[in-house]
């Protein structure tokens, strides 16, 4: 007979190894987990690292979309102490910016613009919103354009996923949600592209001449405006605890630093949204802009081709903001699904 003794040291000597054997096991998975994850993504390195070595990190994604302003091209034209949103404290223009920007669409006898911006900020919020960049934070936002490119994309569950999705003028998700999507929490437009949202969607409007601002004051309140240079909604559905006023101030920035001037009157809706997004999120991913697999250019909701060009309108510049699109997502600061 084995004595008890011998059995139980035996049994104890049995468990270390098994102890050790674990620890072993754990730290070879570790390790190659460690690695296959940083060489999978050449950002997935830097983040991994930042782990162990625990240093600060612009924000808490993956990857950041303000990374290191390491690359010339984008140093050259991000600004970040421009804000994409209007407040009290920032609502002030100089007499040039006001000058540019009311030369847009030609207005002429406007009202006092600060005049104007008073009496909205005594209607919506006047905070200054997203203003939180951190190493905390981690923010996705989904930039959706309108483009026929979306058709058949599947790209809907991808599209809610993130934090914020950004959508403008017209753009449904009713009958359109596989490949567009359902959610959206911010809908830009303005007065001639505007339509009606839900509660918990912020209307951010896109103010292009100070009848813009008197407008959304009228069509939240005693919808007396009725026209612009058309016909317009006098009365809109939303929560007016949420609209929000796109800069013009930032409209002037992203003209001289992102199209340099000149390309077009002005930018597109889609191309101020997705230079919102590149400000105010960590994480950019851009649907729906460009054209179509056959080369066309119109809107995922139209059936036919017949509206066509949102690109040639004559007064932006499609192929420049498409170019400058592209070299964003080459230079990985957003993500570009083009359809499939
Ligand atoms: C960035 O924008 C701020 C505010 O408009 C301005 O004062 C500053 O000169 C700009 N910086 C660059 C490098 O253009
Ligand atoms: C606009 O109104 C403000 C405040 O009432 C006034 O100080 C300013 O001079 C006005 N500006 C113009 C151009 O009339
Ligand atoms: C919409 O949201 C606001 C708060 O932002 C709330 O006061 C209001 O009751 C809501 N309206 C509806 C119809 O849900
Ligand atoms: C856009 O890029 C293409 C290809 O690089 C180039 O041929 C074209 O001239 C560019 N368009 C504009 C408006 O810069």
Partial sequence: MIPMRFLSWARSRFRMKLKTLALLLCIVTCTTLFFSYALREP?????ALRLVASTEAPCACRRCLTEAEDDPWFAERFNRSVHPLMARDNSALSDETLKWWQSLQLEKRPANFSEVVEELFQLIPDDVLYADAGPNRCRTCSVVGNSGNLKGSQYGRLIDASHFIIR??????????EDVGARTTHHFMYPESARDLDNATSLVLVPFKTLDLQWIISALTT??????????????????????IYNPAFFKYIDESWLRGGHGRYPST?????????????????????????GDW????????????????????????????R?????????????R
């Fill in 168 to 177: 403008m003028n017209q753009a449904p998700t009713t009958g359109f949600e």
């Fill in 270 to 294: 889609g191309f101020l949204g997705l230079l919102f997004a590149l400000h105010i999120c960590d994480q950019v991913n851009v649907f729906g802009f460009g054209a179509d697999q056959h």
């Fill in 223 to 244: 919808g007396t405006i009725k026209n612009t240079y058309i016909p317009v909604k006098s009365r809109i559905k939303a929560n007016k605890d949420k609209v929000l």
């Fill in 327 to 339: 070299l964003l997502a080459d230079k990985h600061k957003i993500r570009m699904f083009e359809g």
């Fill in 298 to 325: 119109h809107h995922y909701w139209e059936k036919n081709l017949e509206a066509g060009a949102f690109r040639d309108t004559g007064v932006h510049d499609g192929d420049f903001e498409y170019n400058v699109t």
């Fill in 43 to 47: 950002s997935g390195y830097k983040y």
